[in-house]
């Protein structure tokens, strides 16, 4: 109609472009959401399935590693992250790693990692639970249970490395560090070791009760899903919001409108047609 064809001026077709734009925008990052959500949905699959399952053995799950001593073998697939497995093997208590910092049940305490030295003379780290720290502060170095002697058989779920490899340095005997990074740590041990650690459920013989497990916590996929309809909201408002003004700016055209226009508050002043 002819009442609208201001909006073929530069000025409104500009302000259509700055809208698409944005709108455009929004959607693209309300699907980049929407992928993340779907991604961490599987994620929490994987953990729910892995608590599920029957124990198969670690190799099923976890590439063998094929170097020398102070060598990390391949990182697990994907979706084989969070698979119940079982092993067995012999603690070398002699390389327990603790590892600081970590927080259980909002206590602030150390992780304990033994290795488990396999019949072939490779290791798999296992996480044997948490244990808070000693009287004197969240950082002083608790008196870690004895790890069993002997044949030791270990059902857990594979955890793959962690990012950002930090300082590992050995105190008293024992090596300390902030992160459980798998290839980092292996430089430190006289053996091949799997490229990925096992959080112990259970053990024959039994862990000591000192040990809490160390939970797998799920992500927060509901917080995407909040970001995705916030997106699509916005772009949808952006929409609307310039298909409110061109109306009104038709109708104020028109002469239907007859309340006065505050140019302080109008975005969009009004065209002659």
């Known amino acids: 109609m002819a009442v609208y064809r201001f909006l073929l001026t530069p000025r409104w077709l500009?302000?259509?472009?700055l809208a698409?734009?944005?709108?455009?925008?929004?959607?693209?990052?309300?699907?980049?959401?929407?992928?993340?959500?779907?991604?961490?949905?599987?994620?929490?699959?994987?953990?729910?399935a892995g608590q599920r399952m029957t124990p198969a053995p670690l190799r099923d799950a976890l590439p063998a590693p094929t170097?020398?001593?102070?060598?990390?073998?391949?990182?697990?697939?994907?979706?084989?992250?969070?698979?119940?497995?079982?092993?067995?093997?012999?603690y070398d208590a002699t390389n327990t790693v603790l590892v600081r910092g970590r927080t259980v049940d909002s206590r602030v305490g150390f992780e304990v990692l033994t290795p488990l030295v396999l019949p072939d003379g490779s290791a798999v780290l296992v996480d044997r639970g948490w244990i808070p720290p000693a009287p004197?502060?969240?950082?002083?170095?608790?008196?870690?249970?004895?790890?069993?002697?002997?044949?030791?058989?270990?059902?857990?779920?594979?955890?793959e490395s962690e990012s950002?490899?930090?300082?590992?340095?050995?105190?008293?005997?024992?090596l300390e560090t902030r992160r459980i990074a798998v290839p980092r740590l292996a430089d430190e041990l006289p053996y091949p070791v799997y490229g990925a650690y096992v959080l112990l459920d259970e053990q024959t013989p039994q862990a000591d009760p000192t040990f809490i497990a160390v939970p797998v916590g799920h992500t927060?996929?509901?917080?995407?899903?909040?970001?995705?309809?916030?997106?699509?909201?916005?772009?949808?408002?952006?929409?609307?919001?310039?298909?409110?003004?061109?109306?009104?700016?038709?109708?104020?055209?028109a002469g239907l409108d007859k309340r006065p226009v505050d140019?302080?508050?109008e975005p969009v002043p009004s065209t002659p047609v």
């Open 67 to 90: 170097g020398g001593a102070g060598t990390a073998g391949p990182a697990p697939a994907e979706e084989k992250v969070y698979t119940r497995v079982t092993v067995t093997g012999r």
């Open 14 to 17: 500009g302000y259509l472009a």
């Open 164 to 174: 950002r490899p930090g300082a590992v340095e050995r105190l008293d005997g024992r």
């Open 20 to 48: 698409l734009v944005a709108a455009v925008v929004m959607v693209f990052l309300g699907n980049w959401q929407l992928d993340r959500y779907r991604g961490r949905t599987e994620i929490n699959e994987r953990i729910d």
């Open 220 to 253: 927060n996929n509901w917080q995407n899903l909040g970001y995705i309809v916030q997106w699509w909201l916005f772009a949808v408002m952006t929409l609307f919001a310039y298909g409110w003004a061109a109306r009104r700016e038709a109708r104020r055209a």
């Open 136 to 159: 004197g502060g969240a950082t002083a170095r608790p008196e870690v249970p004895a790890a069993p002697s002997g044949d030791v058989t270990v059902v857990g779920r594979v955890h």
């Open 263 to 265: 140019r302080a508050a």
